[in-house]
């Protein structure tokens, strides 16, 4: 039984908290956040303890750390978490900075304790099925991939100004994505941009539309699309040309009923937004973090995984604003 | 806090004292089986205790009673439990015997307490939307139904033998479901069936293929196809035309990959079972239960519907011996 | 190139004046109809000569009549063209009246001409690949099959006063199809029906809405829903269980496009009627008829196999009076 | 009666010659090809007489000239077909020079006679579909569209020496249709390709697989994939986000029919290529030729337009040598 903290008292870290919960070699004994208040009532709720963070870290009896703070707080404690001994599941992005992420790479390597970012997509039972089969070759090489990622609606100006943009905070995601099935990160990085759905994100220097491309070396091409709002949904899709076939996986719809008049054939939307669709994907996330531990096998997604999509986005943040390809080096990869 | 008694701990006991403690009103305090060992291990599991039923049905501390047990003990304990003044959810169903199951009735009803049948489909969020579409007008007036069952795999002989047939057993499901969406129980009946999946199903008097025709006064038609085997899962589809339009409900499938190579498109089929297609509906099915008792509202599926489900279970299992249409009179549903 | 005769200048005579002339094989030298001008205004477009049917049947320079007149004078036509030495592709039904048909497919095989019935669907690309997967054994043996055939609008209470009813006119080609894709005929029919669509229709002693069900002897099923409104266009579906799987053939829709919005995601409806959607099988059924004439082979559709589809109409005319299963006999299929 | 000449009697051109008489407006009178045996097959076959280009231009009876010739001599025959008073329908590309387009456009402009390019794809009834609903607002304003378009097997590198490049030869196609749906031509383009499928084709200096983004200056997005070798069939779709919903095509399948077993469900691929995809599309697109032609209304697909996707391809030839964003300048246009 893993005994586990959690820092970061909010929305994610209430979902993570049910993930922890539902673990049988898993138990949630602290949770510490800056307002105490939110520590305490998850820890009324969860029968865990509401602790500082120095006094989580100093515990021996912890075995991990999940931090679900503030994306400025992570880089901070990866390093302390790890220095402290503590195995981490940290939320994705790794860091806003590039530079900073790639320091918190070095001194939590230093320390050999297993970090993982919480890429939770790639846990998606679609999204892994899709990756079984094409590891499987059952579509030859992989050739050109495309992914389609757009949220239901645009968070409110205030959220973007302190987002780190599109790139970093939405399209992270899907950086990872494309370097998960891929297996590598890319050699460079072309982003077009435009702010199409609210003037309000174009006014705080942001996109909120974006065409990204990826390539490899060997002519290997991904393709991401990014929109802040698609209206009727999540829109999370991913497809895969390879030399032998195409691979798909599709959204996953509302239910599975359909009316069919003379207006036409009426079928369900895909739903609503990441909890409806990743829930399942956030509890097998959580699984796999505990069966790595276990058995000492590295992390289904690793901190210098994180930061390769951190340097796809600085990559296409640069490259949205000269207009031309940027490479992605072997020291933005922390290599 | 409605405290509840089970009885039965066998697999669909399981299921239900998942639910039951899912549920914040809910409390699974007891738990009664004829093996006392299976009571003794579930109660541990769930910190229940094991009690014997007589032992149960006299504690008034206990509000309500799930009857979870073989369909032979259902009518016994309905009555029962319901003179002991307990809330009933009774697993389908209610008896093989219709006139035992139409004096169940006689007697529940004259306690005035309330009992509901385990029909767990009319919970499915799929089922459900399309219900609540068709009630909302939008096909118009109901006038074809057509059901699909299909079993990925037939039970073994040894099964069949005491399961009182395909049409008790098997299609007293679909018999509510078409019952449920036209809102009251056909005037007639007609059936034919075969044993052509397993021989060893004929050898015991019992169809494993069948197709039952059920027709109202006011020209209304329901089709149920009924096949122990489907091989490729768990085949469940609605699908009604109404004067204005037609509404289906389609399989849940295993997730939403698709393969395009040269030998085609391929998709994932259907989940296998009942427990991956109705987990989520044997959730609802006891929240709405334990709404309702809080409510005081009529069950949403009432022991009159399992008496009516039954009775068109007796006409098919009389059609297809005399290959004739078989009326379900008004005595035949406890009118 | 053979020389054809058309008996019969309607609709439907129209549809196979195209395909004769779009075949290289065949060409169109002589049309008759009762409306002389009917006759002459299409052979104006054609270039053929409006002719009597006893000139043309007299004419040793034609090979071979296709009949597409009312329905009552197939059999007249058919027992009179094969006894002059033609060959012939007669439009479903063969005759209202099973015992008169008989007389006919007698006479007509005392000639040893071929006769063909024109039923198309055999023909579409979607059933024919069904039909040919099956027959590869994709799925093992055939154990229940279910046809689903909608028209769009119900036929005015004028016309269903002569079409011989539902069974007979409409149903017949379902029949077809089962009897085609099983390879024989039933041995045991029972229908159900009523008349909710339009009451003129029941006034008639017809119904608008029915299901029937076939039964082979080595257990093989077959069920068929008709329904004369569908509304939104013309539903024509095939599914049938194997022991290994199952087969089906959807809709053709009038386009691929999709338009997901906050209401759901609306697809196009089925193409509206039988000449949108079986215009290439009328092709492929005339094709088959000359490929067959030249080769010498059994007609893909023979004069046996269309008294076949009328015996399941006569016994579904009776099940669905009596209630009660009506068994189809040798005699009824001219053995 | 529009008398029409062909040039050029290859696979293509006999397709429209098709196209033009089954048009009963339209009839081919003259054929010419640099290789007279092809023009006189093709002219044995019509019905029309085998001529020299110079022969028919002098021919003041020949009303329309269809260019179906080797691109090189595309933009001379436009130049001097519209000199000669003829009206034109040239396939596509008009040139694989944009500076020699540019020059035709302002020659054939300066004499009044219309010009149309064979822009297929706008008359496919899907693509033409997505069009008019977005046209009537369905979906709003459009802010991201994205098209997918795969050939099925790659061609020769002998092909692919004189072809001008992927961008001019098979992605004019999808610039077109960018251009189409969104109502002008984009003011950026960006390109990332490589030759992965094929080395010979990047031995010829050509990639095989490509992603070019184009930027409006409104701020709406198109993304094209192609890839020369999709293996499956012919990949053809298009998607539009807009700001109330998704507009997408699907492709066409070979049929309609499904297998489930035990390994999936298997659908039909998309139809093999062109021919199978297009031909509807082609008779469709002279009929809009002719309509136009009768009613003097403006081409639906034209000179100025083909010239605007031959700036696109253009500026991506440009774009993927050079790893940077190229502009579509108003000279480039032929502004």
Known sequence: ????????????????????????????????????????????ET???ARSVDDILADPGIDAVLIASSTDTHSDLIERATAAG????????????????LTALQKADATGKPVMIGFNRRFDPNFASLKAAFDKGEIGKGEL????????????ASYVKVSGGLFRDMMIHDFDIACWIYGSAPARVTATGSSIVDPA????????????????????????????RAGYGYDQRIELLGSEGLLSAQNVL???VQKITN?????????????????????IE?????????SGATMPATLREGVAALACAEAATQSVKTGQTVAVTPAMLGA
């Open 286 to 294: 959580w699984t796999a973090f505990i069966e790595a531990l276990k």
């Open 263 to 283: 207006a036409g054939a009426l079928s369900a939307k895909p739903v609503y937004f990441f909890l409806e669709r990743y829930m399942r994907a956030y509890e």
């Open 254 to 256: 509302e239910n599975t």
């Open 145 to 156: 991939l495309a992914i389609t990622s757009f949220d239901p609606a645009p968070p409110p």
């Open 86 to 101: 503590k195995a981490v599941l940290c939320e994705k992005p790794v860091d806003l900075s590039l530079e900073r992420a």
């Open 47 to 49: 029968g865990a303890e």
């Open 1 to 44: 039984m893993f005994k586990i903290a959690l820092i970061g008292a909010g929305r994610i870290g209430l979902i993570h908290a049910k993930s922890i919960a539902a673990n049988k070699d898993s138990q949630l004994v602290a949770i510490a956040d800056v307002f105490a208040e939110a520590a305490q009532k998850l820890a009324a």
């Open 201 to 228: 994100i174009g006014a705080e220097g942001d996109v909120d539309t974006a065409v990204v491309t990826l390539a490899w070396d060997d002519g290997r091409i991904a393709v991401i699309k990014n929109s802040r």
